[in-house]
């Protein structure tokens, strides 16, 4: 978004990339190039603030995720604990639980 000056008077332009080429579009000079240019500014600031807020919630999500990974080990290995004091073993390298015979 840039305001040209040409010959003394200031233009609007807004430029983007549409298909891999700049596509300059021409909005005028006048109080409704200013409204657009206000339009177009507060539509950039939402569009960088809901991206800033979406990086916030999947930062928040990421340490959920970590820390209910952390507890599931956690839970796994007492889980595996727990079935060795009662007397299972894993059978072949650990692919099923088998409740081995025990002489007491």
């Known amino acids: 978004m840039a305001w040209s000056l040409i ?3 200031r233009y609007y ?7 891999g080429a700049v596509k300059t579009t021409y909005y ?8 657009l240019e206000q ?3 507060s539509e950039a600031n939402r569009s960088l603030a809901t991206k800033e807020q979406d990086v916030r919630s999947i930062d ?7 820390e209910l990974g952390a507890n599931n080990r956690w839970v796994d ?8 004091l009662c007397g299972f073993k894993r ?11 025990c002489n007491r």
């Not at 005028?28 to 409204?35: D, H, N, S, Y």
């Not at 928040?60 to 970590?66: D, E, K, P, T």
């Open 91 to 101: 059978h072949q390298r650990g692919s099923e639980w088998r409740l081995t015979t």
């Open 7 to 9: 010959n003394g008077k």
């Open 60 to 66: 928040h999500l990421n340490q959920a995720l970590a």
């Open 77 to 84: 290995r007492l889980a595996r604990a727990d079935a060795i």
């Open 13 to 19: 332009y807004r430029s983007r990339y549409v298909d």
């Open 39 to 41: 339009f177009h500014t």
């Open 28 to 35: 005028g000079r006048g109080l409704e190039a200013r409204l």
